[in-house]
């Protein structure tokens, strides 16, 4: 096993310390310039989207919403890699590592908006307003290439729906621990029951339940980093000319210098917001919108909320707090316990407890999701499909028991292979296919200046191949 854990982390370091940096780093440079900046110029079009679908129904009973759809996503996107990754970059590579992580995001937004475009441009219908899309989809229904497309749906399914599901799990069960002294077993049977109850109630569950816990957590996190910022605002100023400096000029204790502080900070970005991974899109395809942008938009502004917001947060607080030090031993969960300490005294590793609960399960949740969206892909007849997926629902609930009572090291190396496998072939396809979400881009924003609410039409993009959710005139 041990064997197994050092051939697999040999092969990750090559993968995501120079592979996966220039190809994502490549290809939101590339998105970015061809679309204009759109995380820039759009960005009110972004808020204005978004807003408006809070609360919206969609056309059907079973419709998801573009809100509903973001909250899905979102809550896959902000788990306990926002505290724990964040605390470990700063570490790692010092407190520039932040300003690499919120560069990397900028670039983000950018990949986010296309690959979520295109999932809404090759979605399927479902009936009853019903979506189903992602990578697999766009590469099988328009790069007709059903062996990729399979490929992608089957680490997509292991990766988000078992694997991350466990590693969530086992970091509830240690921080509970940790707080309150529960046995992980407790823990487990009472993650297993609620996690039954969510996900085999089915998406628009899924999406309801989202819906209400992503801004409470979102919100009760923000507020105890805005608590801390308050006490410490005359040390604000110093804290960005430290992140800015460090950027730089990383101190001595930085081993690797600038190259470690880069590495360290679009790493964590990349693994915190998703863009280009592939995952987001299978939430964004499932939202009933009247034109493919609104979601890219939606998904784009998604990134901003994790990265520049939610990890923002995390580095305020373990920055202002001053608990930190650069190659220390203090690190992840325990730094982030530590920094909170430090002002809320006793009551930290109770509400550290509580925030890696809410976080870490509202991924399980969305994780979940995607793989629920890939088992779908393959397609069976109704009596057959229903056995697959609950077949595959008792696996997660399965998985969940396992992350509780395991240790996860392999685990969390394999996941962090098949991750970065997920963004080969998923930016294959979406750099190939980035000029179709372009053209709906621009007649988008063509349709805005006329002061219209846009509507898609297909043609526009001058092949309707593969396209089956949208009509064509």
């Given at each position: 096993?041990?064997?197994?854990?050092?051939?697999?982390d040999?092969?990750n370091n090559?993968l995501?310390?120079?592979?996966?940096?220039i190809?994502?780093?490549?290809?939101?440079?590339?998105?970015t310039?061809?679309?204009?900046?759109?995380?820039?110029?759009?960005?009110?079009?972004?808020l204005?989207?978004?807003?408006?679908?809070?609360?919206?129904?969609?056309?059907?009973?079973?419709?998801?919403?573009?809100?509903?759809?973001?909250?899905?996503?979102?809550?896959s996107?902000?788990g306990?890699?926002?505290?724990?990754?964040?605390?470990?970059?700063?570490?790692?590579?010092?407190?520039?590592?932040?300003f690499?992580?919120?560069?990397?995001?900028?670039?983000?937004?950018?990949?986010?908006?296309?690959?979520?475009?295109?999932?809404?441009?090759?979605?399927?219908?479902?009936?009853?307003?019903?979506?189903?899309g992602?990578p697999?989809?766009?590469?099988?229904n328009?790069?007709?290439?059903p062996?990729?497309a399979k490929?992608?749906?089957v680490l997509i399914s292991?990766?988000?729906?078992?694997?991350?599901v466990?590693?969530q799990a086992?970091?509830?069960?240690?921080?509970?621990?940790?707080a309150?002294?529960?046995p992980?077993?407790a823990t487990?049977?009472?993650?297993?029951?609620?996690?039954?109850?969510?996900?085999?109630g089915?998406m628009?569950?899924?999406?309801?339940f989202?819906?209400v816990?992503?801004?409470?957590?979102?919100?009760?996190?923000?507020?105890?980093?805005?608590v801390i910022?308050?006490?410490?605002?005359d040390?604000v100023?110093?804290m960005?000319?430290?992140?800015f400096?460090?950027?730089?000029?990383?101190q001595?204790a930085?081993?690797?210098?600038?190259?470690?502080?880069i590495?360290?900070?679009v790493?964590?970005g990349?693994?915190?917001?998703?863009?280009?991974?592939?995952?987001?899109?299978?939430?964004?395809a499932?939202a009933?919108?009247s034109?493919?942008?609104?979601?890219?938009?939606v998904?784009?502004?998604?990134?901003?909320?994790?990265t520049?917001?939610?990890?923002?947060?995390?580095?305020?607080i373990?920055?202002l707090?001053?608990?930190?030090?650069?190659?220390g031993k203090l690190?992840?969960i325990?730094?982030?316990?530590?920094?909170?300490?430090?002002?809320?005294?006793?009551?930290?590793?109770?509400?550290?407890?509580?925030?890696?609960?809410?976080f870490?399960?509202?991924?399980?949740?969305?994780?979940?999701y995607?793989?629920?969206?890939?088992?779908?892909?393959f397609?069976?007849?109704?009596a057959?499909?229903?056995?697959?997926l609950?077949?595959?629902r008792?696996?997660?609930?399965?998985?969940v028991?396992?992350g509780?009572?395991?240790?996860?090291t392999?685990?969390?190396?394999l996941?962090?292979?098949f991750?970065?496998?997920l963004?080969?072939?998923?930016l294959?396809?979406?750099a190939?296919?980035?000029?179709?979400?372009?053209l709906?881009l621009?007649d988008y924003?063509?349709e805005?200046?006329q002061?219209l609410?846009?509507?898609?039409?297909?043609?526009?993009?001058?092949?309707?191949?593969g396209?089956h959710?949208?009509?064509?005139e």
């Amino acid at each position: 096993m041990e064997i197994l854990s050092s051939i697999v982390d040999a092969v990750n370091n090559v993968l995501w310390s120079y592979v996966l940096i220039i190809v994502l780093v490549g290809c939101g440079i590339w998105f970015t310039l061809s679309t204009k900046f759109v995380q820039v110029r759009l960005l009110p079009e972004m808020l204005r989207v978004l807003t408006e679908g809070i609360g919206a129904k969609g056309s059907g009973k079973e419709a998801i919403s573009s809100f509903q759809a973001f909250c899905v996503s979102t809550a896959s996107r902000v788990g306990v890699g926002n505290i724990a990754g964040v605390a470990i970059a700063i570490v790692t590579g010092g407190p520039g590592a932040v300003f690499w992580m919120w560069a990397i995001a900028f670039l983000g937004c950018a990949t986010g908006f296309v690959e979520s475009t295109l999932a809404q441009i090759y979605k399927l219908p479902r009936g009853e307003g019903k979506f189903h899309g992602g990578p697999a989809y766009y590469i099988q229904n328009a790069l007709h290439q059903p062996g990729v497309a399979k490929l992608f749906a089957v680490l997509i399914s292991v990766t988000f729906g078992l694997i991350y599901v466990s590693v969530q799990a086992n970091t509830i069960a240690l921080s509970v621990q940790t707080a309150f002294e529960i046995p992980p077993i407790a823990t487990a049977v009472f993650l297993c029951v609620l996690t039954a109850l969510v996900i085999f109630g089915g998406m628009k569950r899924i999406a309801r339940f989202t819906e209400v816990l992503v801004p409470v957590m979102a919100g009760l996190y923000l507020l105890v980093a805005l608590v801390i910022v308050v006490l410490h605002i005359d040390q604000v100023p110093a804290m960005f000319a430290l992140i800015f400096h460090d950027a730089f000029s990383p101190q001595a204790a930085v081993g690797g210098g600038i190259g470690t502080a880069i590495l360290t900070g679009v790493k964590r970005g990349l693994f915190s917001n998703e863009a280009g991974e592939g995952s987001v899109p299978n939430a964004a395809a499932t939202a009933d919108v009247s034109h493919p942008v609104k979601q890219g938009l939606v998904q784009s502004f998604g990134v901003y909320v994790d990265t520049w917001i939610v990890c923002s947060a995390t580095a305020f607080i373990v920055l202002l707090t001053g608990q930190y030090e650069i190659g220390g031993k203090l690190t992840g969960i325990a730094l982030a316990q530590a920094s909170l300490a430090s002002i809320f005294g006793a009551l930290a590793p109770a509400a550290v407890s509580f925030m890696i609960l809410l976080f870490a399960f509202s991924s399980i949740v969305g994780n979940y999701y995607y793989g629920e969206i890939n088992i779908a892909f393959f397609e069976h007849d109704e009596a057959t499909g229903r056995k697959v997926l609950n077949l595959f629902r008792c696996g997660v609930v399965a998985m969940v028991l396992f992350g509780c009572l395991a240790e996860l090291t392999l685990v969390w190396n394999l996941a962090d292979l098949f991750m970065g496998l997920l963004c080969l072939t998923n930016l294959y396809a979406v750099a190939r296919l980035a000029k179709y979400a372009k053209l709906a881009l621009n007649d988008y924003v063509a349709e805005r200046k006329q002061g219209l609410e846009p509507k898609f039409d297909p043609n526009i993009l001058g092949s309707t191949d593969g396209v089956h959710a949208w009509g064509k005139e």
